[in-house]
């Protein structure tokens, strides 16, 4: 009785995958763009629909294996996430500190001595 409880929520965890995104920011107070990840759950892509299931004791196993494939990409995506957020950090700071990019003289001028 308690496999048929579970069948429900196994079958709502299976249903999304989470995946990292890369997104481009424009930061106006150190006038830079910098890169941000963040997630995305593609809803879905790890549904059970297409189960073929003879038994309940099936459905339960390819449902908590589904459930494992959800909740390994969430974890293996989160990790992802945070590393590359924090490397995009440091080049923000780093990036930030150096202030804006200097301009180039025309060609026509001569160097300032």
Partial sequence: MRAYLLLPVLFLLASCIVVP???????????????????DVLE???????LNCRTSADCLGSLVLIGGVSAASAVISGSIVIVGNTIYWLEKQGRCLAGPPATL????????S
Avoid: L
């Fill in 105 to 112: 003289p025309d060609a026509g001028q001569a160097p300032k």
């Fill in 21 to 39: 995104r890369t997104e481009v920011i424009y930061d106006p107070q150190c006038q830079i763009q910098f890169k941000q990840m963040r997630f």
């Fill in 44 to 50: 879905g892509s790890g549904s059970g629909a297409g």
